[in-house]
């Protein structure tokens, strides 16, 4: 062949090989991941994908969050063989829809089930924190998808029979703060008091960049719909679950119990002391090393 032919063609080769290469590399980051949509009721919901195979990680983040906050899950799995990660941005969060609408857990939960059928995905590991432990929850009551559950630091409420009138009034008097113009600044208080006596400054920076910026009709409305008796009676999981959670948060002397009845396959249960509520964030090892766990189950 004519080297004036051969070499052009030569170099076009190569180039579609790099190109090749580079399209199947992982993106740096979350950030750089590319956007997709798919339409849940009257929202549309942000998602991203990466990598192929038969096992999933899902992550769904928790109040006033967005998918960022995942990034050290992200940059421990990327390109892991064999594994898809799928990221959610829940309806009135990050990139997702803000419509005026009730933000109930139902709600979140047929977010993540339209994204999860757009991707034919039915099994794997679904990790949720804080809000976002809730909506796995309903998510899995209301499909009866086998997921795994990886809860890290859930909200939950325990109400009881008879009411506890003292328990219902402060729960309330929590929701309600987040009602009106005030709203903004409560849900700056709310993040300090979040944050542990190690908790590094990038995260709280991260937390206080992103959660006040919650629009407060999303903010109210989440926080009403979350503490609804309707969602808290008591329904067990008969799925495998690790719980990782924090004594910074508040927890009950018999939280583990508590943890015990409502996941009769509790694989792990990790009570830390100091580390504040991003526990992902702040101890992504600890957090990696179970998800690891829960992948081989």
């Known amino acids: 062949m004519d080297k004036k032919i051969w070499i052009p063609l030569f170099c076009i080769a190569c180039s579609l090989m790099l190109l090749c290469i580079i399209a199947g590399r992982p993106a740096g980051s979350i950030g750089e991941m590319r956007s997709e949509y798919v339409q ?4 549309k919901v942000h998602y991203k994908e990466t990598g192929r195979g038969s096992k999933a990680l899902v992550f769904i983040h928790g ?3 967005d998918m960022n906050t995942w990034e050290a899950q ?3 799995f990327r390109g892991k063989p064999g594994l898809r990660m799928v990221f959610i941005d829940l309806p009135g969060y990050g990139k997702s829809g803000k419509p005026e609408a009730d933000y109930t857990l139902q709600f979140f939960a047929d977010a993540v089930d339209a994204v999860l059928k757009r991707l034919d995905i039915e099994e794997g590991v679904i990790v949720g924190h804080s809000l976002g432990t809730a909506v796995c929850r309903q998510y899995l009551i209301s499909s009866g998808r086998k997921f795994s559950l990886c809860d890290i630091d859930g909200v939950y409420c325990f109400y009881q029979e008879p009411v506890d009138p003292e328990y219902d009034a402060a729960i309330q008097a929590f929701a309600s703060s987040f009602d009106g113009p005030g709203c903004r600044a409560n849900i700056e208080g709310f993040v300090n008091a979040l944050s542990g006596p190690e908790t590094p400054d990038e995260v709280k920076e991260y937390a206080m960049r992103t ?3 919650t629009p407060e009709y999303v903010a109210s409305s989440t926080m009403h719909h979350l503490v609804e008796r309707r969602w808290w009676d008591g329904t067990a999981i008969c799925n495998p679950v690790a ?3 924090t004594r910074n ?5 018999d939280n583990k119990e ?3 009845r409502l996941y ?3 694989a792990e249960y990790t009570e830390l002391t100091d580390c504040g509520h991003f526990i992902h964030m702040e101890q992504p090892s600890l957090v990696n090393a179970k998800l690891s766990a829960l992948l081989e189950m």
Do not use: D, H, Q
């Open 211 to 213: 959660m006040p910026e």
């Open 63 to 65: 109040f006033g969050c």
């Open 74 to 76: 992200y940059e421990a």
């Open 40 to 43: 849940s009721e009257s929202v």
């Open 243 to 245: 719980v990782i959670c």
């Open 249 to 253: 948060s508040g927890l009950a002397p």
């Open 258 to 260: 508590k943890m015990s």
């Open 264 to 266: 009769p396959l509790l």
